[in-house]
């Protein structure tokens, strides 16, 4: 490669690493006097990347944004990342699959035989749920935009019974204050506060249809804690946004400490002996937590609490109403069968 086209790769690699560069260190860096960064900046901006210089003592240069994307320049791990970003893409549940798969193919044809072993050595297999619905990726930017410009965002919300936002009689607009895109589990969310319902609400990206033009400005509010994805996950679990599950309770499972942590992701487990552990579990209802922890299938004594307690009793109670009801039809089918073979035949001759 000739020294002047290296020269120049060189500097817009540095240009891309970080927001202003004073002359003089461009200079230095590239081991090259002032007035050939001036030209090599010139040549740049002729193969249409947008360098915006300021003039004076600390003046400098910096890489701006045009109005088209230029060709950009990676290290290694910039491009195995980039990859492997577009690889995972297509469980992002933002609707970019097809746009992903070709940028991945994009990257990947430029990519130097040691970089492209590299991505080709990783293999994405997606495990999706055929009927979760994707969200629009234009909806996403909506809200985004919304939510940076701080305007408050109308919008017609889907019921989730609907497949279709285009299919549906729409209910009244919803009107929100949007605070932050969230994704979880495969779906996006708008958390965003209610201003008719006066509170934090979660709103499922892909049955909002955004409505134009957008509100006056506000002043956002914090979330309770603090903390988005704590209050987001406290939500989901059916608190008031603490992160934590509303009910939990304290058991002793005759099983070993290994075989319940394979199992529960968030259980505290303490190991008691061989065969025999102290599980602490939560959930978003007692009746729930107990049926969690039939689902072990061993023996256990409950620690506590005592809704704990209470929850198992009523399970135990709607678990033997249920056997009660399914042995009557049952009973009855084995006296039909137990009739004589004739009388089975006669009927038959009959019919």
Known sequence: M???SARLLSLLSLLQMRRDWPGAVLAERLDISP??????????????????????????YRLAAGTEL??????????????????????SGAGIEEAAARALETVRQVMP????????????????????????????????AAARAREVLRFDYAPASAARTD??????????????????????YLLAWDLDRDDWRIFRADRIVPRVPTGPRFTPREVPGGDVAAFVTG??????GAGDWPCRGEVILELPASTVLEFSREAVVDELGPHRCRVVLGSWSW??????????????????PAELTAA??????????????SRAPTRALSRSSSRPPTRISRRARRT
Do not use: C
């Open 2 to 4: 000739p020294k002047t």
């Open 35 to 60: 007035r050939t960064v001036r030209r090599d900046v010139d040549r740049l901006r002729e193969l249409g990347y947008p360098i915006v210089a300021s003039k004076g003592p600390d003046g400098g």
């Open 70 to 91: 230029p060709p950009l320049l990676f290290d290694d791990e910039q491009a195995v990342a980039l990859a492997v970003a577009l690889g995972t893409a297509a469980v």
């Open 113 to 144: 035989a040691r970089l492209r072993h590299r991505i080709d050595a990783v293999h994405f297999a997606t495990v999706d749920r055929p009927a979760a619905p994707r969200a629009d990726a234009t909806v996403l930017m909506a809200l985004n």
């Open 167 to 188: 299919d549906l009689e729409m209910a009244p607009p919803r009107r929100v204050e949007p605070h932050r895109v969230v994704t979880r589990d495969g779906r996006w």
């Open 235 to 240: 939500r989901f679990k059916g608190s008031d």
């Open 287 to 304: 009746p729930g937590l107990a049926a969690e922890i039939a689902g072990f299938d061993a023996d256990f004594e409950i620690v506590g």
């Open 312 to 325: 198992f009793a009523d399970l135990a109670r709607r678990f033997a109403d249920a056997a009660a009801e």
